[in-house]
């Protein structure tokens, strides 16, 4: 039987176990459809057209919430892109309400879920991190308290909501897979995106959006920072470069020559979509990533054979001036001098003086004080006015130093939890897959102290999700399964009956 069979036979079998909810999808697909024509004439029958489409993928969902959970990190590469339409539409609010409806289906399906993978040791740190961004929400120090909602989102909300969709669903192996596929081939489109920003020119929404103030940071000495469809050129530099550490492993873990030739070409590309972004602290990515990759392998030979690689390529960074007639390779070298970047020194100087104000503040000037929403509902209050630049010090700003203190204990947690499942994995695909994305975490993790990236769509998605996939890879070390050579040229995997998102 192939996956398709398997999957429409999955679909007609939930069908017949609720077919109250099809009826009532049925129902109200009528109603509206009616009211709408009455009321709009065309405009309205052209909506009905597409209403029976959208009732049919939210009535997918509350089937099987892994069509939600798939959903949800196709749209999650889009929110960026949005800004950048005629007549910007709510994709932040829209996802917030995918989210919320996918974990809804969790519940409705809740037989088939496994509940028990809650009990994680990752899932308790991210409660009590949970716990803590609640109560932030009494700060009395908070200049607008409605505010939190905005950034609570970005800091455990979402985390949290996620954690358990991952966790208790039945996801498989080729699962994961296909969500390293699917960043892999967004990376891909953003990464000629940005050449084409770069090397062709910007259409008219993204001129309008530089020059209502994203100028400042987006071309420097005339040369254009690219940006792609992410929400700033520093969130595609690094979420470039943390693709790129993923096309590496890929490269160093398969066999088959076809596909390190695939591997490596991946490498280039999105190696040269981070350079055109121009953010230099991207480079930690790589840097750290590797660094773990190497190191979470236990071998000797393989760290010795990737720090031969590794050590000319730095040392040419570090110690000539080879290739700085191209911008991009200039901006790269600066990032290992950080004591003669003025940006940097500003930054230490920014964090003087939020040391300043938070010296008497440990538990922060309150969650949605600083940054965007900052800058939005309390413009005059100290926080606001002092930019981040970097997720901790955000953090930090919001929460204070108790708050930063536990998310740290909760990523090092994370991290150290992941390292020990990934020790426990006798698989080679599922060990390969394991490394990718917990190489990726931890070198996003250590970016995050320059850019404010992780709370940010995608970059937030793709940390969430990973960060419950190598938490609990446990779950799928039962018996091994074909390789990452096999799965990619030669096969496609086969789908037990459960199966949208496999």
């Known amino acids: 039987m192939t996956h398709t069979d398997s999957f429409t036979e999955m679909l007609m079998d939930r069908l017949r176990d609720k077919a109250w909810l099809v009826g009532l999808f049925g129902v109200a697909t009528a109603l509206a459809s009616g009211w709408l024509i009455g009321t709009m004439g065309v405009k309205g029958a052209l909506i009905t057209v597409a209403l029976p489409v959208v009732l049919a993928v939210l009535l997918s969902i509350l089937l099987e919430?892994?069509?939600?959970?798939?959903?949800?990190?196709?749209?999650?590469?889009?929110?960026?892109?949005?800004?950048?339409?005629?007549?910007?539409?709510?994709?932040?609010?829209?996802?917030?309400?995918?989210?919320?409806?996918?974990?809804?289906?969790?519940?409705?399906?809740?037989?088939?879920?496994?509940?028990?993978?809650?009990?994680?040791?990752?899932?308790y740190l991210l409660t009590i991190w949970l716990v803590y961004t609640i109560l932030a929400y009494f700060n009395p120090n908070a200049p607008y308290p409605p505010a939190w909602f905005y950034h609570a989102r970005s800091y455990s909300l979402n985390w949290f909501f996620l954690a358990i969709i991952v966790l208790v669903t039945p996801i498989t192996q080729a699962n994961v897979w296909l969500f390293i596929r699917t960043?892999?081939?967004?990376?891909?489109?953003?990464?000629?995106?940005?050449?084409?920003?770069?090397?062709?020119?910007?259409?008219?929404?993204?001129?309008?959006?530089?020059?209502?103030?994203?100028?400042?940071?987006?071309?420097?000495?005339?040369?254009?920072?690219?940006?792609?469809?992410?929400?700033?050129?520093?969130?595609?530099?690094?979420?470039?470069?943390?693709?790129?550490?993923?096309?590496?492993?890929?490269?160093?873990?398969?066999?088959?020559?076809?596909?390190?030739?695939?591997?490596?070409?991946?490498?280039?590309?999105?190696?040269?979509?981070?350079?055109?972004?121009?953010?230099?602290?991207?480079?930690?990515?790589?840097?750290?990533?590797?660094?773990?990759?190497?190191?979470?392998?236990?071998?000797?030979?393989?760290?010795?054979?990737g720090v031969s690689l590794a050590a000319p390529?730095?040392?040419?960074?570090?110690?000539?001036?080879?290739?700085?007639?191209?911008?991009?390779?200039?901006?790269?070298?600066?990032?290992?001098?950080?004591?003669?970047?003025?940006?940097?020194?500003?930054?230490?100087?920014?964090?003087?003086?939020?040391?300043?104000?938070?010296?008497?503040?440990?538990?922060?000037?309150?969650?949605?004080?600083?940054?965007?929403?900052?800058?939005?509902?309390s413009p005059n209050h100290w926080a606001a006015q002092i930019p981040p630049d970097s997720w901790y010090v955000q953090l930090w700003i919001e929460t204070g130093i108790v708050g930063v203190v536990i998310y740290v204990i909760m990523l090092m947690g994370m991290i150290l939890i992941g390292t020990y499942r990934l020790w426990q994995i006798k698989d080679p695909w599922l060990t390969t897959l394991m490394l990718v994305l917990l190489s990726e975490f931890i070198g996003i993790a250590v970016v995050s102290y320059s850019n404010p990236i992780m709370g940010q769509f995608p970059t937030s998605t793709i940390v969430f999700i990973s960060s419950m996939l190598f938490t609990s890879a446990h779950r799928w070390a039962r018996k091994p399964e074909p390789s990452v050579d096999d799965s990619l040229l030669h096969r496609v995997p086969s789908y037990p009956v459960h199966g949208a998102f496999r």
């Not at 001129?207 to 209502?212: C, D, K, S």
């Not at 103030?213 to 969130?235: M, N």
């Not at 080879?322 to 020194?345: C, H, K, M, W």
């Open 65 to 123: 919430p892994r069509i939600g959970l798939y959903l949800y990190i196709n749209f999650s590469f889009l929110i960026g892109a949005s800004r950048f339409l005629e007549n910007e539409l709510p994709v932040g609010t829209g996802l917030d309400g995918l989210l919320v409806f996918t974990l809804l289906s969790v519940f409705l399906n809740g037989r088939q879920m496994n509940w028990r993978r809650l009990h994680n040791p990752a899932f």
């Open 313 to 377: 390529l730095l040392a040419v960074l570090l110690f000539t001036n080879i290739g700085n007639n191209v911008y991009q390779i200039y901006r790269i070298r600066t990032a290992l001098r950080p004591t003669q970047d003025e940006s940097f020194l500003v930054r230490l100087e920014n964090q003087q003086r939020i040391r300043n104000y938070l010296k008497d503040l440990p538990f922060g000037a309150g969650v949605g004080s600083s940054s965007g929403a900052g800058v939005r509902f």
């Open 183 to 305: 960043w892999l081939v967004w990376s891909v489109l953003a990464a000629f995106w940005g050449f084409k920003q770069q090397y062709i020119g910007l259409t008219p929404a993204e001129q309008n959006w530089l020059a209502a103030g994203a100028e400042k940071t987006h071309i420097l000495w005339g040369q254009l920072r690219s940006f792609s469809f992410y929400s700033d050129a520093g969130q595609y530099g690094s979420e470039m470069a943390g693709v790129t550490l993923v096309s590496l492993i890929l490269f160093f873990q398969v066999k088959k020559i076809p596909s390190k030739v695939l591997y490596l070409v991946l490498v280039l590309v999105l190696f040269w979509g981070y350079a055109v972004s121009g953010t230099r602290s991207s480079l930690f990515v790589l840097i750290a990533g590797y660094a773990a990759y190497l190191g979470l392998q236990r071998k000797i030979i393989p760290i010795i054979q």
